[in-house]
């Protein structure tokens, strides 16, 4: 009798003391890769005092990079923007052959890499590449100028706004927008007081992930920027070039900008999965579906 | 075939929006993309071959997909940890850890790159303490695998997370009072209904892995057939304006990459035919 007592005391002390190891190392894993690489990012930029930070961000370089990030943000966002209202329309909301083939083509960028994407777009309008004649001819400059990195950064952001939009928007139907259109409503009318309406959370999630991710582009945008100071230069490769001259504090301090952006950015899309729990649900499950 | 005849036509906006998606996807993806096989149509047969699997080139690509496959494998067993802990304990400050998750996704690379760098580095908090007892991880395979890993890791948590969710719990407790072991449950019907999930967050994080550039040439020392990646020689080949093989080894790939498109879908199939079984 006693000795069965002791037996499942035993077990039942292991099996805690597995639980207690198991959560241990999940959360020792997340130190080391994650919290660690966040902290060094503001120890190491604050080190040397608060006036340091200030002068590292103020400086010319720094400004100059973060208009013209800026820049192409406001022009890659609102033509992701559309497009994705577009595509989710087009998919959900009509059957016809190649769905699948559209949506394959979605998950592209996730697979194919930055560093490619860029190599594309550098063969395609560099003077010896394939479009290099036409580019001569009407005198414009595409790759390691503006246009060129616009390009590339809309190649990697491209579906963020639709792959958000489409489970919603497949979830919700279109019985609403049918009604609508018995009632007498016209497309515009149909698309700003009903579709955008309903899936104004997810277009919202989506826009967010979109400017973080074309905010922080590197490796693409670095293949077709040429480096040109204060002509090419995004904040990440500011902090590259920063780095590479051995200025690892004023790296960091740049770096330091891009984190608050980071964590910004995961703060509203808690913010948003709480408005809405389905998005959260379905930000995984689109490949476990 | 009549009721998808209707659908189709009773909400305006058809033409306008296959417009703009196809002439979008055509514009930004398709006919860049497609330059890229235009391009190494060009070339004599020799040359791609001499271009795409050259020494250097081979060491690269053993590189990036074995490290990559390395890191895949770290990311599917600690992701499945993670995700477990974060869906069945009860944990402080979940919301926190589980917000974490995201933040490889919400950093941009460089910034990982330098602040991992200088983490496992000689002046940093963990590589200090590792130097001193002889291992070195910066410029060497092992720091091109951590920023691998940091990069890639939600893709496994968060493929998993939500096949845990689901889980029911009926099922278990069935088992249990049919005698089951914890174990056994674990290995006959927990791990056989998040293996699909499992391996599609596996060729996810396999994905980004192999073609991170951002964070990996940071950390990796960059030299020739030791820590050189293959996104970084195709940048160092068209520093050196050797279009040719630039174009070759990024067809290469992204072959690769379609290759990997290719059988997560067929995953996404495979996890379909799963869940009606069940």
């Not at chain 1, 009903?194 to 277009?203: F, Y």
């Not at chain 1, 990440?236 to 980071?262: D, K, Q, R, W």
Request: hydrophobic residues 50%; proline residues 4%.
């Amino acid at each position: 009798m006693l000795k069965s007592y002791r037996k499942i005391f035993i077990k039942r002390y292991l099996v805690r003391l597995f639980r207690l190891s198991v959560i241990l190392t999940a959360l020792c894993f997340m130190l080391l890769f994650l919290i660690f690489p966040l902290v060094v990012v503001f120890y190491n930029s604050f080190k040397e005092g608060v006036s340091v930070y200030a002068n590292n961000i103020i400086r010319k370089d720094t400004i100059d990079a973060v208009i013209l990030t800026l820049k192409i943000l406001l022009i890659v966002v609102p033509l992701n923007t559309l497009f994705g209202i577009a595509c989710a329309w087009y998919v959900t909301r009509y059957s016809f052959r190649g769905k699948r083939l559209l949506l394959t083509l979605l998950d592209l960028p996730f697979t194919v890499s930055p560093v490619v994407a860029g190599t594309v777009f550098v063969l395609l309008f560099s003077v010896n590449g394939l479009l290099g004649s036409l580019i001569e001819k009407w005198n414009i400059q595409i790759i390691f100028a503006f246009p060129g990195m616009v390009l590339a950064t809309l190649f990697v952001t491209f579906p963020f706004v639709a792959r958000e939009l489409i489970p919603i928007m497949e979830e919700q139907g279109q019985e609403m927008e049918e009604a609508g259109r018995m009632l007498g409503a016209n497309g515009l009318q149909i698309l700003l007081k009903i579709t955008l309406p309903n899936i104004r959370w997810a277009l919202f999630y989506g826009i967010i992930l979109c400017s973080a991710r074309s905010i922080g582009e590197f490796g693409a945008v670095s293949v077709v920027s040429g480096h040109i100071r204060g002509k090419t230069i995004t904040v990440p490769l500011e902090v590259e070039i920063l780095y590479n001259e051995y200025n690892l504090t004023g790296a960091f301090c740049v770096a330091s900008l891009l984190c608050f952006i980071g964590i910004i950015t995961m703060i509203l899309r808690k913010w948003i999965e709480n408005k809405d729990p389905l998005i959260k649900y379905r930000e995984g499950s689109r490949y476990g579906d | 075939m009549n009721k998808s005849y209707n659908t189709r036509f009773i909400l305006p906006g058809y033409c306008l929006s296959l417009g703009i998606t196809w002439f979008y996807l055509s514009f930004i993806v398709l006919l860049p993309l497609s330059t890229l096989y235009i391009k190494i149509w060009g070339i004599s047969f020799n040359d791609f071959v001499s271009a795409v699997f050259s020494v250097r080139a081979l060491k690269a690509y053993q590189i990036s997909f074995g490290l990559a496959f390395l890191s895949a494998c770290i990311n599917s067993f600690f992701g499945f940890i993670v995700a477990w802990v974060l869906v069945r304990y009860r944990v402080p400050f979940r919301g926190f850890w589980d917000a974490l998750v995201d933040l490889p996704f919400a950093l941009p690379t460089a910034v990982a790159g330098i602040s991992l760098t200088w983490l496992y580095g000689p002046k940093g908090w963990i590589g200090s303490l590792l130097e001193s007892y002889g291992f070195k991880i910066v410029f060497t395979p092992i720091g091109i695998t951590i920023a691998m890993i940091f990069v890639s890791f939600p893709f496994a948590v968060r493929t998993i997370e939500p096949v845990l969710k689901d889980l029911d719990p009926e099922v278990e407790e069935c088992a249990r009072c049919l005698g089951a072991s914890r174990w056994r449950i674990f290995q006959k019907i927990i791990f056989p209904s998040v293996l699909p999930s499992l391996v599609t967050g596996f060729t996810l994080s396999f994905a980004r892995a192999m073609g991170e550039y951002g964070s990996v040439i940071f950390i990796a020392g960059n030299q020739p057939l030791k820590t050189e990646i293959a996104p970084l020689l195709i940048v160092m080949r068209l520093e050196e304006y050797d279009y040719q093989s630039a174009a070759g080894i990024s067809a290469f790939l992204l072959t690769v990459s379609f290759l990997i498109l290719l059988s997560l879908n067929f995953l996404q199939f495979w996890n379909r035919k799963y869940a009606e079984v069940i």
